[in-house]
C-alpha cells in the first residue's frame, strides 16, 4: 500500500510547462530519487509536493487522502529541505532544532535532538550561532533540523550540496534508518545516492 500517491500532476513557471501528467506512487520505507538537466523541473516538483507553489493539475493523496483538503495536516507529516537552510542566523543550532520542532507543534524531544546533532557531528557546535558557521556546517545544521523532527516523508533538495565525503556518508546512514523505520524521502540530487533499492524518477525539460 503507497501512503503517497501522485497523480496527473503538472506545473508551469513563468507561463510555460515544466512538467504534465506526471504520476508515481511511493510506499513506506522507499526512496525516490528525481534526476535531471537543470530546468527539467525538479526543485518545482518538490515545492508543488510542498504546496509552495500551485500545481496546475492534478492531485496528491498522503495516506488515501487529498492533500488539499488539510494543508496543516500534510505540511506536519513533511521535512522540507531547500536550496536555503532554512536556519536563523542568530540562534543557536540547538535553538534552531528546539525552534523547528514547535513550530511544527511537535513535543519536545531532547534525545531526538542530541541525536541528529550527534549524527552530523555537531554535538560541539549546538551553543554556536549559525550565522558563525560555514557553508558545510549549516547544512549539516539544517539536515538534523529535518531529521530531528517526526516527519515521515522527506523532501529534499540537493541534500549532499556543501558536505563532505564524512558527512555524506552519515546522511546515507541516517536515510537508511529512516527509511527501515517505515519513513519516506524524495530528493533531487545530481551526486549519486547509494541507498539499496532506490527508485528513479528522470525528468526532462
Not at 513506506?28 to 508543488?48: I, M, Y
Not at 488515501?64 to 543557536?92: F, P
Not at 549549516?138 to 549532499?160: F, M, T
Amino acid at each position: 500500500m503507497s501512503d503517497l500517491e501522485v497523480e496527473g500532476l503538472a506545473c508551469h513557471r513563468g507561463g510555460r510547462p515544466v512538467f504534465a501528467d506526471l504520476s508515481f506512487s511511493l510506499a513506506p520505507g522507499e526512496l525516490l530519487v528525481l534526476t535531471g538537466p537543470n530546468g527539467s523541473g525538479k526543485t518545482t516538483l518538490l515545492r508543488a509536493l510542498a504546496l509552495l507553489v500551485p500545481a496546475e493539475r492534478g492531485t496528491i493523496r498522503w495516506q488515501g487522502a487529498d492533500v488539499a483538503a488539510d494543508r496543516e495536516a500534510w505540511c506536519t507529516s513533511l521535512g522540507w529541505l531547500g536550496h536555503l537552510d532554512g536556519l536563523k542566523a542568530d540562534l543557536t543550532v540547538r535553538e534552531n532544532l528546539v525552534v523547528a520542532r514547535r513550530l511544527r507543534a511537535e513535543a519536545p524531544d531532547d534525545e531526538r535532538i542530541d541525536d541528529a546533532l550527534a549524527a552530523f557531528e555537531l554535538a560541539s557546535l549546538a551553543r554556536r550561532p549559525v550565522r558563525t558557521l560555514s557553508a558545510g556546517q549549516r547544512r549539516r545544521a539544517a539536515l538534523a533540523r529535518v531529521v530531528s523532527s517526526d516527519a515521515a516523508l522527506w523532501l529534499l533538495d540537493e541534500p549532499l550540496n556543501a558536505l563532505d565525503a564524512e558527512s555524506q556518508a552519515a546522511l546515507h546512514v541516517i536515510f537508511e534508518g529512516h527509511l527501515d523505520a517505515g519513513g519516506l524521502v524524495i530528493a533531487a540530487t545530481h551526486a549519486p545516492l547509494r541507498i539499496s533499492g532506490a527508485r528513479t524518477l528522470e525528468l526532462r525539460p
